[in-house]
Each structure stands twice: as structure tokens, then as C-alpha cells.
């Protein structure tokens, strides 16, 4: 008696029994099923070695951009200073200012204002590059040091300052001069200015650009509205008892949406009074649960447009120094989330750089490329996700298929099987097979989990291969039953499976 079963959205928050999707989805990418309220599972890309490259220090932050030529550029910062991925040896090339850095564990931030790049981290001034001329990066201004900066409408803008006449100041928001990004003293002619945010609502912890500024506080949303002079920028409170927890959690994606990690869990950001909890009855506890929060300044997120993507890479507790060792990936587009274990420490948005063939000579085999040949990695400008070690090696997500595991809910197989055939009785069922449905050139081993009672143990049957038909031959006997299968080779998304249980009578 074969039963269908399509898979749900991973809810590891919902306990097993009657779960209304997966209990694990690792390795693997949330995509849109084909039936309503399933989730098609894709395979999550292991990294593969672009560069060998070397950094004196933890990479605490990264920016990417293009020159008017369209040429990529790749710039990263460390407590030593400042540094850019060469085109030429692909090795980290130090573009730090000619006076040394004051250094520090404090992350760097960053924005573009137009051929500029733009990064802060608080223990020294915000530093810039013009990426047109791309020789070595100096102080934006020495008036202000600041945790975090953007740019709207023409104003670089910076948030939790220091400066030598007021010192730390966590709640203000400070400005350049209108078209004037090295101009910072204070002026109705230029508009340069600050505005202190005194509402209570605790430190800032980032800011986000655009038409309007968002000012993530502790426990409130602001929107910095431009306004003209006197005022210039005007402040108002949008989102009041509830803020961001994490700094290093913001990211903006979509039509300027923000994801972030509140206290209580995962939320979106759009602009309205109202937030979005992404996380709530399905992934907020089991995050929670898990991660290491004396480690959260670890944290590094980044997106992927063309999928429509978001990675948090994090450390667990189970993670060795705190180093980063997994991934929670959210697609926006369906708001569902999966995980993974991240192969590298620190992730960014990271731009293709310009390429000739004699280059590729550095990658000494066909083995050795990150990238095919006829991938977009060869092509200057273009978007794609990297990732950099402790050590400075740098990765692309461009290599096989990680294998992917995927355990659905806990059923109780006996009603489905009295709903679909007359005279059905008992209380107990055989599973004897179970069929994988996944597409692409790859393979997919299972084993049951059953259980007599719902607060007992799980036993597992023994991993099994499928046959010619599909079918992986499983004897397994229990009032609830649940499927892990583990995906390997090219696969390219699984979406469902096929349980073959026969009634086993009462116990």
C-alpha cells in the first residue's frame, strides 16, 4: 500500500509527530515545491579554493565594487589594516593608509559612494579608495571614528561615534556635507551635522542606507528622513520595544527589506509599523538552542540575488574557538530556511575580478579551476558568493553537491492507510520500502525511524540503497514511522517520497 508524501518547510521548533513540514533540512536549499505549502529541496554547493592567499589576521569585514570599466574589486580589512584581492596573483595586497593602523577586534563596516569605498571600525578613521585608481585606501575625515556607516542622497553617514570632544557616544548618528563626503564639520551651508537619539531605546547597532536611513537601535527602529536645512534629517521612531540584538545579523535584500536577529527571534523589516517575525513556530528556538551567543561578533551574512538567498554563517557550540561551523540559509522569496555546514569563517558579497587566459596558468590543472569555463567567475563584475578562512584563503560556493540530508515528520501511517482502503484495522505498521523522489543524476539512501509510543526512542533501520525500480528495501516495524534520506552526486532537487506499509495489527 503505497502512501505519497511531498515535503513540507523545515520545522525543527514543532516536535516530530504530525510535524506540518521536515525536521531536518541540511546541506540542502529551500526552493518552491510544486504543490501548495511544499518545499523542493536543492543541493547546497560545496566551496572550492580561488585563492590561497594570506592575511596577517581574522578577516573582520569585506567589500566589493567595480572601477568605470567594470572591473571587479575586492577589499578586506583586519586589525593590521586594510587590504585588496590583486587580479594579478590573486594574493592580498595591503592598500592600508601610510600611517598604521590602531588595531583591535572591532569589525569593519562598509559602504560605496560612487567610485569609492568606504570602511570604518571604530578604532581608527573611517578610511576610503577610489576604485578608479585603486592605490591605497586614507582617512575619509579625522573629526569623527564611527562602529558603522551607509550613504543616501548624496551624505556619507555614520552611527555610534567617538569623537575628541564628546568621546563615545553609542545613540548618535553623525553626517558629511551634502556632495561632500570628506567634509565633516558642522555647517547649515554644507549640512554636515549630528543628531543624537535619546529615546532609550539603548545603543545603535547598525544603520542601513537608501532613500531614507534605518537605524537599528537596541530596542527600537528609526527612519532618518531627509528633510533639507534647518533640521536637514528628520528622526522618527517606526518600531518601538524591539530592535536589533545582533549587529552583524542586518542585511538589506529585496526591495529594501532588512533581515535581522531580534532577542526573541528572526524578524524582516520593510518600512511599515509592523515587523515580519521570518523565524516564529518554525527556526527561532532551535537557533537559539544552538548557537554560541558569546561568539556572535563572529557572525558574517551575505546574499545571493540570483536565488534569492540569504546565508548567516555562525558558530555553534559545538564550534572549535569559536570559529564559525554552520549556516542558516532563508529564501525570501517563500520564507523558508534550511542549514549547512559552513566550510569557511567568514562569507561576503564578493564581485568576479577581470581575468585573461595566461592567468588561469596560476590554477596549474583543469582540477584545480574554482569554476568551469563557461562559468560567470571568469567574467569581470559579476556577483557571486565567496568566502575567506581565518587563515586569508579565499573560496567560491562553486564546487559539488554537498550531501544533503533531509528527516521528515513522524507519521502515524495507519490512518492514511484506513483513509485510502476500506477494512483497514490495527494500530501498527511494516514499512517495507520507501521510495527517494529527487531529480538529476545522483542518489538517495534511506533508512526508517519507528517508534510504539510517541515519548519512546527512536529506532532506525539500517541505511538502505535503492534498486532499479527506486525502491530502498526497508522492514521496519512501529505505530509512527519518519524517513531520513541522505542525497548524494548531482541531484538537483528532491521534492517528495513514497512509503510501501502494510498494517501489522495491534499491540
Not at 563557461?374 to 550531501?403: E, H, R
Not at 548531482?490 to 510501501?500: F, G, I, R, V
Amino acid at each position: 500500500m503505497v502512501i505519497d508524501s511531498v515535503f513540507g518547510p523545515w520545522r525543527p521548533d514543532i516536535s516530530a509527530l504530525n510535524n506540518p513540514g521536515v525536521t531536518v533540512a541540511r546541506n540542502v536549499l529551500p526552493a518552491i515545491g510544486a504543490l501548495n505549502g511544499s518545499v523542493a529541496y536543492e543541493p547546497m554547493k560545496r566551496v572550492s579554493l580561488f585563492s590561497n592567499a594570506v592575511l596577517p589576521s581574522r578577516p573582520l569585514g569585506a567589500v566589493s565594487g567595480q572601477d568605470l570599466a567594470g572591473n571587479g574589486k575586492v577589499y578586506t580589512g583586519c586589525a593590521e589594516g586594510l587590504f585588496k584581492l590583486s587580479p594579478s596573483d590573486l594574493s592580498w595586497q595591503d592598500v592600508s593608509r601610510s600611517d598604521p593602523y590602531t588595531s583591535g577586534s572591532e569589525k569593519w563596516n562598509f559602504t560605496k559612494y560612487g567610485s569609492w569605498a568606504v570602511g570604518t571600525n571604530f578604532v581608527n578613521p573611517p578610511q576610503f579608495i577610489d576604485m578608479n585608481e585603486d592605490e591605497q585606501f586614507d582617512d575619509l575625515t579625522t573629526l569623527v571614528k564611527a562602529r558603522y556607516i551607509t550613504t543616501s542622497r548624496g551624505f556619507v553617514v555614520v552611527a555610534n561615534t567617538n569623537d575628541s570632544f564628546d568621546g563615545d557616544i553609542p545613540y548618535r548618528v553623525r553626517w558629511s556635507g551634502l556632495d561632500q563626503p570628506t567634509s565633516w564639520d558642522f555647517s547649515l551651508t554644507t549640512q554636515a551635522d549630528f543628531q543624537d537619539i535619546n529615546n532609550g531605546s539603548g545603543v545603535i547597532q547598525g544603520i542601513v542606507g537608501g532613500e531614507d536611513v534605518t537605524i537599528f537601535m537596541k530596542d527600537s527602529i528609526v527612519k532618518m528622513t531627509y528633510v533639507g536645512t534647518p533640521l536637514i534629517w528628520q528622526f522618527d521612531e517606526i518600531i518601538t520595544g524591539k530592535g536589533c540584538a545582533v549587529p552583524e545579523s542586518i542585511i538589506e535584500f529585496g526591495n529594501g527589506n532588512v533581515a535581522f536577529l531580534s532577542d526573541d527571534g528572526w524578524y524582516v523589516y520593510d518600512g511599515s509599523p509592523n515587523l515580519e517575525g521570518i523565524g516564529e513556530g518554525k527556526i527561532d528556538k532551535y537557533f537559539h538552542r544552538y548557537v554560541n551567543t558569546a561568539q556572535y561578533s563572529y557572525m558574517s551574512v551575505a546574499a545571493d540575488p540570483s536565488k534569492k538567498l540569504i546565508y548567516w554563517c555562525y558558530s555553534s557550540n559545538d564550534a572549535i574557538d569559536g570559529t564559525p561551523d554552520k549556516m542558516l540559509i532563508y529564501n525570501y522569496a517563500i520564507g523558508e530556511f534550511t542549514e549547512a555546514d559552513s566550510e569557511v569563517d567568514f562569507i561576503y558579497n564578493s564581485v568576479t575580478l577581470p581575468w585573461t587566459i595566461e592567468q588561469l596558468d596560476q590554477f596549474g590543472t583543469i582540477e584545480n579551476m574554482p569554476a568551469p569555463f563557461d562559468s560567470p567567475t571568469w567574467a569581470g563584475g559579476n556577483s557571486q558568493l565567496a568566502g575567506i578562512t581565518v587563515s586569508g584563503a579565499v573560496y567560491l560556493f562553486t564546487g559539488d553537491n554537498k550531501t544533503g540530508t533531509i528527516e521528515t515528520s513522524e507519521q502515524f501511517l495507519l490512518q492514511q492507510l484506513q483513509a485510502m482502503y476500506q477494512g483497514v484495522k490495527g494500530d501498527r505498521t511494516v514499512v517495507v520500502r520507501v521510495r527517494p523522489i529527487f531529480d538529476g543524476v545522483g542518489s538517495a539512501t534511506a533508512r526508517v525511524g519507528s517508534r510504539l509510543l510517541s515519548n519512546s526512542e527512536v529506532v532506525w533501520s539500517q541505511m538502505a540503497a535503492p534498486n532499479e525500480s527506486g525502491w530502498c528495501t526497508i522492514r521496519q516495524q512501529g505505530r509512527f514511522h519518519r524517513v531520513r534520506l541522505v542525497l548524494t552526486g548531482n541531484y538537483t532537487q528532491a521534492t517528495s517520497l513514497q512509503y510501501d506499509a502494510v498494517p501489522a495489527g495491534f499491540r
